[in-house]
């Protein structure tokens, strides 16, 4: 078997621990990796400099950095909202097995977890796994990652598998960046159609349940507090699928429209008495217009995945 030449990967390393850091590094040049192509960061500010700044294939993190957990950075990478692509192969370090722990840090999206202290050994030989193939994503109205979902969240259909880039198996196979390029504005395009499509169904599901509990009085503040949280991810992650999917013609009322439905959803969740029969109405009318504005997005005015080849052929 031909031994993998590992110097072509753009490898971020961000651990607070400097002896972690020293022995994965050394034991990354033995093996063979570019120290000109490989970042360390020991900070979540360093971390989060180092991912706004430049394009890596690999990521290994710890999950907390400083005592800060990293999550919400590897979630924004996952879900767009950074200025490089949202697939680099993602590997977090836990300090310990804590079951909350590994399920946040699964919820960020990671491709792989792996327990401290780690042996430059197995390290390697996960990397190795990743040239190899990796996870397809799936998308739902909050969470964009590797599959490893069971069963459906509240507000989320079955989500579809998705095929996505291998920067690291790109890389080692001298893949031209062009053909690298134009197949992540393609999955790029594909899993923001996806969200947008996720956040319509969010949307309904969410005037469905929340009607009915208005109705039959029946408060239940887990499903209300989960709806908030998804319209936040709605309100934030909105904009940057319309960039992908170069719609300009956003209705501005659209975000708005988004803000409202989180108010009413705190109305609803403690009982606020001003939160009336006609007031429920609007709060309907709007969860189906936005939905509706979602679709429309998707069907008639996004440029077609199509379209997208022809620009870069």
């Known amino acids: 078997m031909n031994k ?5 990967i753009q ?3 961000a651990a607070d621990n400097r002896i972690i850091r020293t022995g994965l590094r050394q034991a990354f040049t033995f093996a063979g990796f570019n120290g000109e192509a490989f970042t360390e960061a020991g900070t979540l500010e360093a971390l989060s400099s180092a991912i706004e700044e430049t394009s890596f294939d690999l990521i290994i993190v710890s999950a907390e950095l400083g005592g800060a957990f990293v999550a919400p950075i590897i979630i924004a990478m996952r879900d767009g909202r950074l200025p490089h692509h949202p697939f680099p192969i993602v590997i977090m370090l836990l300090a310990d097995g804590n079951p909350d722990l ?3 840090v699964a919820a960020a999206g990671a491709d792989h977890i792996m327990l401290l202290p780690v042996a430059p050994g197995p390290m390697l030989k996960c990397i190795d796994h990743f040239v190899v193939g990796r996870m397809p994503f799936v998308v739902t109205v909050d969470y964009v990652g590797p599959d490893r979902r069971i069963a459906p969240r509240l507000g989320c259909a079955s989500a579809p598998h998705v095929s996505v880039p291998n920067p690291i198996a790109a890389r080692i196979r001298n893949t031209p960046l062009a053909e690298i390029q134009s197949q992540i504005d393609l999955t ?3 899993l923001s159609t996806l969200k947008l499509r996720s956040y319509a169904g969010c949307l309904l599901a969410i005037d469905k ?9 029946k408060i239940e503040p887990p499903k209300l507090e989960f709806f908030t ?16 999917l170069c719609c300009t013609d956003v209705d501005p009322r ?17 009982e606020d008495p001003s939160f009336d029969r006609a007031r429920l109405d609007e709060f309907r009318t709007n969860c189906h217009v936005v939905a509706d504005d979602l679709k429309q997005i998707i069907s008639g005015k996004a440029m077609t995945t ?8």
């Open 306 to 313: 199509n379209e997208v080849r022809s620009k870069q052929a």
């Open 254 to 270: 659209t975000l708005g429209a988004l803000s409202d439905l989180s108010a009413d959803i705190e109305a609803i969740m403690h």
């Open 188 to 190: 790029r395009l594909e």
């Open 102 to 104: 590994v399920r946040n």
């Open 11 to 13: 490898t971020l390393l």
């Open 229 to 244: 949280r998804s319209l936040d991810r709605i309100r934030v992650s909105f904009p940057f699928c319309c960039d992908d």
């Open 209 to 217: 349940t929340a009607t009915n509990m208005f109705l039959r009085g």
């Open 4 to 8: 993998i030449d590992y110097s072509p």
